[in-house]
């Protein structure tokens, strides 16, 4: 129960956070210049192995943007693409001509992150939908928006909803309430997903875009969650999972864990794996293409035994021997694993935010407070160690928030520059810093997303509460309108 109490902790204090900006504001460009934060590149704070932060990424000077202006949405990408309250939406690189692909959002709760569901060639995504005959899985062709329904994942009225405890709504709350499907790596022609299609309870599916075939390849009575390909796109490991009473309050995520297994691709062939101790599935990314990194939670000391499995004989070798503070990432560019630790627990490495390299066994300290939530951010490459700074994957280099506690929504440009939406008095802004100058408010305004944008990262896209988009370019970045994405957005991300 320890870890839903922080997950809850935490989701309470980033509804405040919002709800400090809901007041509405004019929404007036401003150009200023602030000194109160800087670019900072600094050594860690003392602990076993520290690993200097040197600086050692080159800035970019400030350049205007000199391409020419799109006359139309472009016919291939790259694209932004827009998730919100009104649908997905794309957008050419510098964020003209907003168009919308789907009617659909993430509307079924907690679908997570968009990532996952874009193919990986970028020119398709997947949608779990509601409607009144239950939950459909959707596929919708990027940019022209074609859709068609892969699955109907479950029978469900919305009536039936209202009780999550009977058969039904065990198989409903699995479907929606983790992130269940997962494109093969590489051309993306097989998909990965979980439904009760073929029984009362939620089953792992392969969908081949091809001949357009599903295949069922597990069956049991626990809810299967959680597809995940491995690198060479060879097996699916997913978890089982079940709600059992006592039940309490409002039902959220499982409260046991069944188990986890293997299915490979080319023969639909299931292969046990040890079960994590934990009731959610502690699965934490791929060490490479046959083994998967994961750990052991329980209530006394959060977070241990962090280890690979062999994702076809199920053997297991330690990764680190110490304990940690459960929330933990991994860095797609080096494998590096960035995690928040506390004191009281046995081996901890006592209060920090440690980095760990691959082939190391002992972490490196980069701050000596543990951080409160801890990501990896695609479009900017760094992680993301709430509320303290963002760090590069291999530690090098710390980008420090304008404001300490108050800034949220980082993101950097390929070129070094900081963008971050700032909320002080319940005014929100959005502030800049090119290194090594000071950073700058370029925007004010009750902002819900900031991406820069994927081919100079000269242009930051700031996507607003009542859902106008505007962009402002290097070197004045003086914000300029360039349409609506139809109300509130809650993601944006780079296509492909």
């Known amino acids: 129960m320890h870890h839903y109490l922080k997950v809850i902790v935490l989701f309470f204090a980033l509804i405040f956070s919002a709800m400090c900006c809901v007041f509405p504001l004019p929404v007036t460009p401003v150009v200023e210049s602030t000194p109160t934060g800087a670019v900072t590149l600094q050594s860690p704070m003392s602990g076993p192995s520290p690993a200097p932060l040197t600086p050692t990424d080159t800035f970019a000077p400030l350049t205007p943007t000199d391409t020419p202006a799109p006359t139309s949405l472009n016919t291939s990408g790259p694209f932004i693409l827009f998730e919100g309250a009104s649908g997905i939406w794309v957008t050419n690189p510098d964020g003209s001509f907003p168009t919308r692909v789907s009617e659909y959002e993430l509307q079924v709760w907690r679908q997570g992150d968009l990532h996952r569901a874009i193919s990986p060639t970028g020119d398709r995504m997947v949608l779990v939908i509601q409607n009144d005959q239950g939950l459909d899985l ?234 409160w939530e801890i990501d990896w951010i695609p479009e900017s490459r760094v992680f993301k160690a709430y509320p303290e700074a963002l760090f590069s994957s291999d530690g090098n280099t710390r980008y420090d928030p304008p404001v300490y506690d108050k800034s949220f929504h980082p993101a950097v440009s390929m070129k070094g520059y900081q963008a971050w939406e700032v909320i002080q008095n319940q005014v929100s802004s959005v502030m800049v810093k090119v290194y090594p100058g000071d950073w700058q408010t370029v925007f004010t305004g009750n902002t819900r997303s900031i991406i820069w944008d994927p081919i100079d990262g000269n242009t930051l896209l700031i996507a607003l509460d009542d859902g106008f988009l505007y962009a402002a370019s290097a070197p004045d970045f003086t914000p300029r309108q360039m349409g609506s994405l139809g109300g509130s957005i809650d993601q944006a991300v780079w296509l492909p």
């Open 138 to 371: 959707v596929m919708v062709k990027i940019p022209g928006g074609e859709t068609e329904t892969i699955a109907h994942l479950l029978s469900i009225t919305r009536e039936e909803t209202y009780d999550l405890t009977s058969p039904k709504g065990f198989a409903y709350l699995a479907i929606t309430t983790y992130e269940n499907y997962a494109w093969q790596p590489g051309d993306g022609r097989l998909l990965a997903f979980v439904g009760a299609v073929n029984g009362s309870t939620s089953d792992l599916y392969l969908y081949d875009t091809q001949t357009k075939e599903t295949t069922q390849l597990t069956d049991g009575p626990s809810q299967a969650i959680l597809p995940n390909w491995s690198p060479d796109g060879q097996y699916i490991l997913n978890f089982g999972v079940s709600w059992v009473p006592p039940f309490g309050g409002a039902i959220g995520y499982a409260n046991q864990m069944d188990g986890a297994w293997a299915a490979r691709a080319s023969d639909g062939k299931v292969i046990t794996l040890p079960k994590p101790k934990d009731a959610f599935p502690t699965f934490v990314g791929w060490q490479d293409d046959s083994h998967y990194i994961t750990f052991d939670s329980d209530e006394e000391c959060d977070s241990t035994n962090l280890r690979s499995v062999d994702v076809v004989s199920g053997q297991t070798t330690p990764i680190m021997d110490y304990s940690f503070y459960n929330y933990i990432a991994q860095s797609p560019e080096n494998g590096a694993l960035l995690f928040s630790s506390a004191p009281g627990c046995p081996n901890s490495l006592g209060e920090g935010t440690f980095l760990l390299l691959p082939g190391q066994t002992t972490p490196s300290r980069l701050l000596d407070k543990r951080t």
